[in-house]
């Protein structure tokens, strides 16, 4: 891995005559995507990022002995776009999948105590896949069992395209269809929070609708989980930054954007500190905050819509414990604060004892606690989940926040993300808050990223790269 600035493949200073080039603003998984389509199809990019790595909000850094994500990400089998990201990277292997979707659940708000069931799937065709564990789900009533099932048929009956979803709340739609707030908490949220970043009652019956009707009810295999055995560092930043190179993309990271601006013979500059960047083509892959202070003027009929659109965010809890506490590779929680644990012992390079991170969502109510605060809150909801932590030593407790992981997926959202195109030739958007279709994921990141390239190529005449994610552009 690379400190500093890092080079592959020409600048961007030869005149026009020799090519189109390209200038890619940000180096998180849209901007990494956008520039390596852009590449492949024979342009010549500069990719600049403002931060000394690769990866965005899905990285990795140093803690002592230990390599530590920022946050748990994973992705489920229908996360085609960031599959096909990691094979082009070279980092399918790293992050493999499930054999068959298999969430344990463990729920502590029960008079006899913890109970667990688990959420999986069987080889049948949708709806069936799901059909005998839910059956069997101990976390719910019959009765609640059987609502649940007539609550998920009429959502594989919505139409994604209807634009009056976006304006509504998942959570209204859910007691308007017999679901208890059990069912809510036991299910729904469940699933909900952790892909969606909000629970139902604030999150848009649009953005709710695509992911369970993709990941639940389209293919038996769509939720599988995958998550990287590796740190993220090692996906998102060294291999990205290898495929960059062989790409023949030219890297520069700790470089600041200052402007982006349009020249007289219709060519685009763009402002770093000690240069003047020269491109046919511009992608804006940075949060919705910064491209609005880089847009120029008249590039989207309001740009103010940027600034409407929310954030939300995710805290994680990180744990060393002296001993093994946990057995299997992750469970969800119910009747606790605590949301989703993973085991990261190997992947953090930890040699000895056990590593979890506690990954929570919608986390407004934690994310600006303190440490001892959240040390007090957290280390007695892990006992009562794990009896081995009961008598076990803590060698390190610390927090990862990130007050903007996501957009707030709110309802009316929809019609504040933009598309990939602007009003201004030459100038393209990416990031998962644009209008990608899905929430702020990393599928939602590289789709964007596709979509941008997409535009850009068919502006510069160039044939779009054969091996490039095929993906529908949003409006």
Same mark, same amino acid.
């Given at each position: 891995?690379?400190?500093?600035?890092?080079?592959?493949?020409?600048?961007?200073?030869?005149?026009?005559?020799?090519?189109?080039?390209?200038?890619?603003?940000?180096?998180?998984?849209?901007?990494?995507? %956008?520039?390596?389509?852009?590449?492949?199809a024979g342009v010549r990019v500069t990719l600049v990022e403002g931060r000394p790595r690769l990866g965005g909000l899905a990285f990795s850094f140093r803690r002592g002995e230990l390599t530590v994500d920022n946050g748990q990400h994973v992705y489920m089998r229908c996360c085609t776009a960031y599959r096909w990201f990691l094979d082009r990277i070279g980092g399918?292997?790293?992050?493999?999948?499930?054999?068959?979707?298999? &969430?344990?659940?463990?729920?502590?708000?029960?008079?006899?105590?913890?109970?667990l069931g688990r959420l999986r799937r069987d080889p049948l065709p949708v709806p069936l896949h799901l059909g005998r564990s839910l059956a069997a789900y101990p976390h719910l009533s019959l009765a609640d069992r059987a609502k649940v099932g007539r609550a998920a048929l009429a959502l594989k009956g919505l139409d994604l395209t209807d634009p009056a979803l976006d304006?509504?709340?998942?959570?209204?739609?859910?007691?308007?269809?017999?679901?208890?707030?059990?069912?809510?908490?036991?299910?729904?949220?469940?699933?909900?929070?952790?892909?969606?970043?909000? *629970?139902?009652?604030?999150?848009?019956?649009?953005?709710?609708?695509?992911?369970?009707?993709?990941?639940?009810?389209?293919?038996?295999?769509?939720?599988?989980?995958?998550?990287?055995?590796?740190?993220?560092?090692?996906?998102?930043?060294?291999?990205?930054?290898?495929?960059?190179?062989?790409?023949?993309?030219?890297?520069? /990271?700790?470089?600041?954007?200052?402007?982006?601006?349009?020249?007289?013979?219709?060519?685009?500059?763009?402002?770093?500190?000690?240069?003047?960047?020269?491109?046919?083509?511009? *992608?804006?892959?940075?949060?919705?905050?910064?491209?609005?202070?880089?847009?120029?003027?008249?590039?989207?009929?309001?740009?103010?819509?940027?600034?409407?659109?929310? /954030?939300?965010?995710?805290?994680?809890?990180?744990?060393?414990?002296?001993?093994?506490?946990?057995?299997?590779?992750?469970?969800?929680?119910?009747?606790?604060?605590?949301?989703? &644990?993973?085991?990261?012992?190997?992947?953090?390079?930890?040699?000895?004892?056990?590593?979890?991170?506690?990954?929570?969502?919608? %986390?407004?109510?934690?994310?600006?606690?303190? *440490?001892?605060?959240?040390?007090?809150?957290?280390?007695?909801?892990?006992?009562?989940?794990?009896?081995?932590?009961?008598?076990?030593?803590?060698?390190?407790?610390? &927090?990862?926040?990130?007050?903007?992981?996501?957009?707030?997926? /709110?309802?009316?959202?929809?019609?504040?993300?933009?598309?990939?195109?602007?009003?201004?030739?030459?100038?393209?958007?990416?990031?998962?808050?644009?209008?990608?279709?899905?929430?702020?994921?990393?599928?939602?990141?590289?789709?964007?990223?596709?979509?941008?390239?997409?535009?850009?190529?068919?502006?510069?005449?160039?044939?779009?790269?054969?091996?490039?994610?095929? *993906?529908?552009?949003?409006?």
């Amino acid at each position: 891995m690379t400190d500093g600035k890092a080079s592959g493949g020409p600048g961007t200073g030869a005149p026009a005559g020799h090519g189109k080039d390209a200038v890619v603003i940000g180096g998180g998984l849209a901007g990494v995507t %956008a520039a390596l389509a852009l590449a492949d199809a024979g342009v010549r990019v500069t990719l600049v990022e403002g931060r000394p790595r690769l990866g965005g909000l899905a990285f990795s850094f140093r803690r002592g002995e230990l390599t530590v994500d920022n946050g748990q990400h994973v992705y489920m089998r229908c996360c085609t776009a960031y599959r096909w990201f990691l094979d082009r990277i070279g980092g399918t292997a790293l992050a493999p999948l499930q054999d068959r979707l298999d &969430v344990p659940v463990l729920d502590l708000d029960r008079p006899e105590g913890r109970r667990l069931g688990r959420l999986r799937r069987d080889p049948l065709p949708v709806p069936l896949h799901l059909g005998r564990s839910l059956a069997a789900y101990p976390h719910l009533s019959l009765a609640d069992r059987a609502k649940v099932g007539r609550a998920a048929l009429a959502l594989k009956g919505l139409d994604l395209t209807d634009p009056a979803l976006d304006s509504q709340d998942f959570g209204g739609w859910l007691t308007a269809h017999g679901q208890s707030a059990r069912a809510v908490e036991a299910l729904w949220d469940l699933v909900g929070v952790a892909t969606l970043n909000a *629970v139902a009652g604030d999150c848009s019956l649009a953005l709710a609708a695509m992911v369970f009707k993709t990941g639940l009810l389209s293919d038996p295999g769509a939720a599988d989980i995958g998550w990287a055995k590796v740190p993220l560092g090692d996906l998102h930043d060294r291999l990205a930054r290898e495929a960059l190179d062989a790409a023949g993309v030219r890297t520069e /990271t700790r470089t600041r954007v200052n402007a982006v601006s349009r020249d007289g013979d219709g060519r685009w500059s763009v402002q770093v500190p000690g240069e003047q960047l020269r491109a046919d083509a511009v *992608v804006l892959a940075v949060p919705q905050r910064e491209a609005h202070d880089l847009l120029p003027p008249g590039a989207l009929d309001d740009p103010q819509r940027l600034l409407e659109i929310g /954030t939300a965010p995710i805290l994680n809890v990180h744990v060393v414990y002296d001993r093994t506490v946990l057995t299997r590779p992750f469970f969800a929680a119910l009747g606790t604060p605590v949301q989703w &644990v993973f085991d990261r012992t190997d992947a953090s390079g930890l040699t000895s004892g056990q590593y979890l991170a506690v990954s929570q969502s919608a %986390a407004q109510d934690d994310i600006d606690a303190p *440490v001892a605060a959240l040390r007090e809150r957290y280390l007695p909801e892990l006992e009562r989940l794990l009896p081995g932590a009961r008598g076990a030593e803590v060698r390190d407790f610390f &927090v990862t926040r990130e007050r903007t992981a996501t957009f707030a997926p /709110t309802p009316g959202v929809g019609r504040l993300r933009p598309g990939a195109r602007t009003k201004a030739p030459g100038l393209y958007l990416a990031g998962a808050w644009t209008a990608t279709g899905w929430p702020a994921t990393m599928e939602s990141a590289v789709r964007s990223g596709v979509s941008a390239a997409d535009a850009a190529l068919s502006a510069l005449g160039r044939p779009r790269p054969r091996r490039l994610f095929e *993906v529908e552009e949003a409006a």
